[in-house]
């Protein structure tokens, strides 16, 4: 300013000048006087500002629930969960899974040392109770999740056995208690399980029928077991579904559907034209299409190839696995039940699990719907209702990524489908099912929408891994209203934006993470678990500030009384 007051350089210039500036010179400049201020606030240069530093594509939105980009720029710097605050030591070896309850209160852990250890979630977590669960034959623990009114815990654990044992176990506890009240088998182990009423979980069976071949029952079971009548089912079938090529049913979770018309972020797939999507939906939205029962043209095929088979004639001969799955797949059809509509045509809920058709590695998921009368273990007990020809379940929906799935999660209003996967080669093709194709060190965080059932933006990349197929393991991520959270097998845990597609943050450990979860009342307070045996509470600079601020001193007058009545 000259002696006038009068601004010696004009605002386009000072504009000029501040682009050229980094953020955080952007506000201290504005510090200088009032002219700079004002420029220093300007939308423009904050929109700027933004796209530079955060690296976003120029074709990318503003949120559109922010006001200014000021603020949203703000809001990124200021609200991801990347201070470490505190580090809990109590597992004596790898902690594998994290989850929290509903209201925030609390948190579960599994381990390797094969407990389950439920923590206080306050300003200073605190440890409540711990599980050990040796007494049941169990090897460790792997995951857990709190029922709806989070007053039982599921924990899922693997049993001592053999290196090749595929057995597990879900235990329920009483949170009020800490009382175990039920024990369901599992297996393999890794269905892990979940909740589908606030009384009621899912469990998994595996029968084998050949060397490559079996199917998968999913049990609905009661969570209290010692039902007095023997009137009352403590458990129903679900679905038994048919696996071919070695592949087996595995991480199963519940999707309520009916959350899906008030998402928390619509994120838009783009032009179709740009970006095409891959289209899973196997029923369409036609009931009329509803996939049911192979062609006609399809059963005469499998069956000539069987003809020149048994003739001789097939050149070349098959090997024994191709021919398991070619009699296989003859076998099932005609006898596999069509997905099953809602009388009134409304969707209730979706059950997701992972699975596959070509190899023992997962690279699909299935999708099932759930009727309400399935929701209770009341009724026919073993598949009575069942026709005779109707022996295994069609899916209603199928997502292949080609690629290894190692991760899902769905986010808070249950409309989007997060996947980390490892892809194979780009037109591989698997030969021999007990040889899957290699897969990437890169992970790829897929999305995927449940209501249009369609993939959605573009993979988010950054974390790795490096295990080999035969040797790899699950990486559990989480979702909360605008962050994607993940773990990986180079130290970190990653934060990405769920609107901008960008890696905000990595939070470092001494080991592989494998397990990350956002407190559900508070997405800017985070927990990841490591192969370091530890668990880290992280908070955005934000929270860090407001809980390190010096508390007011009571003022004189107040200090003399307290005085006074000592």
Not at 105 to 126: E, G, H, M, P, R
Not at 191 to 213: A, K, Q
Not at 277 to 303: M, Q, S, T
Not at 486 to 513: F, M, P, Q, T
């Amino acid at each position: 300013m000259d002696e006038g007051g009068t601004p010696l350089l004009p605002d386009s210039l000072v504009y000029q000048i501040f682009l050229s500036l980094g953020p955080a010179d952007v506000l201290a400049a504005g510090l200088v006087c009032r002219q700079w201020q004002a420029v220093s606030r300007d939308e423009f240069l904050w929109r700027e500002q933004f796209y530079r530093y955060y690296q976003v594509a120029r074709d990318v939105p503003r949120h559109p629930a922010a006001t200014s980009w000021y603020e949203e720029f703000q809001r990124l710097y200021d609200t991801v969960p990347c201070v470490e605050v505190q580090t809990l030591r109590e597992h004596t070896d790898q902690v594998l899974h994290l989850s929290f309850s509903h209201s925030g209160y609390q948190f579960a852990s599994c381990s390797k040392d094969c407990t389950v250890k439920i923590w206080s979630n306050d300003l200073t977590i605190s440890l409540l109770h711990s599980a050990d669960m040796r007494p049941y034959n169990w090897s460790y623990t792997q995951f857990s999740q709190f029922n709806k009114d989070d007053s039982l815990l599921l924990a899922s654990g693997v049993f001592l056995g053999p290196h090749n044992s595929s057995s597990g176990e879900i235990a329920v506890i009483s949170l009020d208690s800490f009382a175990l009240l039920s024990r369901v088998r599992n297996k393999p182990y890794d269905v892990f399980g979940c909740w589908l009423t606030e009384t009621s979980l899912i469990s998994g069976n595996l029968h084998r029928i050949g060397d490559i071949t079996s199917c998968s029952v999913l049990w609905l079971n009661n969570a209290f077991q010692d039902v007095e009548s023997e009137n009352v089912n403590v458990v129903k079938r679900l679905f038994k579904i048919q696996n071919l090529n070695a592949s087996t049913i595995r991480t199963v979770m519940v999707a309520d559907c009916s959350r899906f018309d008030s998402p928390d972020l619509l994120l838009e797939a783009g032009d179709p034209a740009t970006s095409p999507c891959r289209i899973f939906d196997l029923g369409g939205d036609n009931e009329e299409e509803v996939a049911g029962p192979a062609p006609a043209h399809a059963k005469e095929g499998l069956r000539h190839f069987l003809d020149r088979v048994l003739e001789g004639r097939a050149q070349p001969q098959p090997s024994e696995r191709v021919l398991e799955t070619k009699v296989a797949e003859l076998l099932a059809q005609g006898h596999t039940k069509p997905p099953e509509r809602s009388a009134t045509g409304a969707r209730s809920k979706y059950l997701i699990f992972t699975t596959g058709c070509l190899t023992y590695s997962p690279h699909q998921i299935g999708i099932k719907q759930i009727l309400p009368h399935q929701m209770t273990t009341a009724g026919p007990v073993l598949g009575e209702g069942r026709g005779s020809d109707a022996f295994f379940d069609a899916l209603d929906h199928v997502i292949d990524v080609h690629g290894h799935i190692i991760g899902m999660g769905l986010s808070p209003d249950n409309r989007y489908l997060y996947v980390n996967s490892r892809a194979w080669p780009s037109g591989a093709v698997v030969a021999d099912p007990m040889q899957p194709p290699p897969i990437a060190e890169e992970i790829d965080l897929l999305v995927f929408d449940l209501k249009t059932m369609r993939e959605v933006r573009r993979a988010l990349r950054a974390h790795r891994a490096y295990t080999p197929n035969d040797e790899c393991f699950f990486i559990f991520l989480d979702v909360s209203r605008d962050f994607v959270a993940s773990g990986a097998e180079d130290r970190h845990g990653y934060i990405w934006d769920r609107h901008y597609n960008i890696c905000l943050a990595k939070l470092r450990h001494e080991d592989v993470v494998n397990s990350v979860a956002f407190s559900p009342q508070e997405q800017e307070l985070l927990l990841t678990a490591s192969d370091d045996a530890t668990i880290k509470a992280w908070r955005s600079p934000r929270t860090v500030r407001i809980f390190q601020a010096p508390r007011p001193r009571p003022r004189a007058f107040f200090s003399w009384l307290a005085s006074q009545r000592r």
